[in-house]
């Protein structure tokens, strides 16, 4: 878009915790970087989880899927 991008809120799937996301606002051409960590009770094997992301976009909120083989 034209416009930085805002996040608000960023919540993880249970299984899964949000530790960080860009507070400032993401300039056109720029990065960011969501950190999550996945919690140690989850099982070995494949996992899934959603990361729900609320900014200033249309639709105002997206789902970002992870994908991960925990051994």
């Known amino acids: 878009g034209n416009n930085p991008l805002k996040l608000g809120h960023v919540q993880a799937d249970e299984g899964a915790t949000v530790i960080s996301w860009p507070s400032e606002p993401i300039l056109q ?39 991960a083989n925990v051994k």
């Not at 970087?33 to 996992?47: H, K, L, M, R, Y």
């Open 29 to 67: 051409g720029e990065t960011g970087e969501i950190t999550v960590e996945f919690s140690g009770d989850n099982p070995a094997g494949f996992q899934q989880k959603v990361i729900h992301v609320s900014a200033n976009t249309e639709p105002p909120h997206e789902h970002l899927t992870i994908k």
